[in-house]
């Protein structure tokens, strides 16, 4: 009698039971097994992170108000729906992973269509924030000047809005088949689309802070559509059969997964933006502002690679999971875990002995370098435990424990984390350039 699909392992090699190979030839094989989603998930969260750097970068060179107005409008605006939406197409990893280790390839493009429409929604209940931004910033203590023009800002992002409905899924499904290369190839050239049409329209021709919006939506939809092509142009045969009614059926529990999995995972995309909002009520908070801001780009750009890791470790979980391999699933946790620690290591290595000097790359002022230098432990450290974590959530999502999981976030980082961080902030972290030499205190603002 055969066994049926979903108790037959789907990436177990053929010809051998892996439980009785060595040990170094298990590790091999599941790291290339983790490689091959988190390789290009590397490269592709990367490109995408860096195209709002380079878009903020190009508001900078029209003036301080463009960039502060861009910036906040990009991390606290869109920042919200960014971190909602992603945390819900979060839940695709447990349903089309483990789908996909069971063999059941035509759900795959049923539960992605059923994550669109759900985004879809969630995505239109969020548009007060945009259409009220204005308002909403000014009552949270910024400028009028900035807040106005944030406001402005987030209804020219409408379009990056609701790329996010659909470029997440998109993505969250190529991963669980294993198709990472376009994921990357597509973000890949989009950042380069990205560079040069901003140089073009915002430096060459001088269309100002509406064209650097312009680009920014042009460059995340660029994506969103390489990556739908692909899917419907007959490169996923077996897992896009076309638009299906079953989409329709089983909303209602797939909302219920998605909203856990959307609450673990904004709950900490929220708990940054917190940090930032509450450092504007320190004493001398443009020193304090700064000099998080630049630890906060720093583990921005080196937490790309554990979030990598931490789709990896989800698809990894789930597909063992759907293939009745429980065992698999928890070998696949301990070498993702033990990989990302290496690169946590080298990463926590590097801030340490660069800890007076990183800074540079933002400012000049001796007072801003300062005060990074104190902070530069807390950054290592930050990034040393940030090895861990996502990864560990990506077993969550793997298994389907987002609701568990989004418990521990707020007790984490909001009934200990947030309270400790006004406790410390209050004492005073930045009472150390009273001592400086000659008694100066003076800065160079130049927010990032």
């Not at 990074?372 to 999502?397: C, D, E, R």
């Amino acid at each position: 009698m055969e066994k049926g699909e979903g108790e037959v392992p789907l990436l177990r090699d053929l010809g051998f039971e892996e439980e009785e190979l060595g040990l170094v030839r298990r590790v091999c094989i599941e790291s290339k097994k983790l490689w091959r989603i988190v390789g290009p998930a590397i490269l592709s969260r990367i490109a995408l992170y860096t195209m709002n750097v380079v878009t903020q970068a190009f508001a900078g060179h029209l003036g301080d108000l463009e960039l502060a107005s861009i910036s906040i409008a990009n991390t606290v605006v869109v920042g919200f729906s960014f971190g909602l939406l992603l945390g819900m197409a979060s839940a695709l990893e447990t349903l089309c992973g483990q789908a996909f280790g069971a063999k059941k390839y035509h759900m795959l493009g049923v539960y992605m269509q059923r994550s669109w429409m759900v985004l879809f929604c969630v995505a239109v209940l969020l548009l007060p924030i945009y259409f009220f931004a204005t308002p909403i910033l000014k009552l949270i203590g910024q400028p009028d000047d900035i807040a106005e023009q944030a406001g402005q800002v987030s209804i020219w992002l409408l379009p990056l809005h609701f790329a996010f409905v659909f470029q997440f899924p998109l993505q969250r499904f190529l991963q669980c088949q294993m198709k990472n290369s376009i994921i990357a190839y597509a973000a890949a050239a989009s950042l380069v689309i990205n560079v040069f049409l901003s140089w073009l329209f915002v430096q060459k021709f001088h269309m100002g802070l509406f064209a650097a919006a312009l680009v920014l939506n042009i460059s995340w939809w660029i994506v969103v559509l390489v990556m739908f092509v692909y899917t419907i142009g007959g490169w996923c045969p077996l897992t896009w059969t076309g638009f299906s009614m079953e989409a329709f059926y089983g909303l209602w529990e797939f909302v219920k997964l998605s909203a856990a999995a959307g609450v673990m995972l904004c709950l900490e995309n929220w708990y940054y933006r917190v940090l930032i909002l509450l450092t504007g009520n320190l004493k001398d908070a443009k020193v304090a502002v700064d000099a998080l801001s630049i630890c906060m780009n720093i583990n921005g750009w080196e937490i790309m690679i554990p979030l990598a890791f931490f789709a990896g470790t989800g698809v990894r979980v789930a597909n063992e999971l759907g293939a009745g391999n429980g065992r698999g699933a928890k070998f696949a946790t301990i070498v993702s875990v033990s990989t990302s620690i290496v690169i946590g290591l080298f990463f926590w290595v590097l801030i340490m002995v660069l800890h007076d000097k990183f800074a540079l790359i933002f400012t000049t002022s001796p007072i801003i370098i300062g005060a990074v230098n104190k902070l530069a432990v807390l950054l290592a450290f930050t990034i040393l435990l940030n090895s861990v974590q996502p990864i560990l959530s990506g077993v969550a999502v793997g298994s389907g424990w987002q609701a568990l999981v989004a418990y521990v976030n707020v007790g984490s980082y909001y009934l200990i984390g947030v309270p400790i961080g006004i406790f410390l902030g209050n004492l005073g972290w930045y009472d150390w350039w009273d001592r400086c030499p000659n008694g100066d205190t003076s800065f160079s603002y130049n927010p990032v």
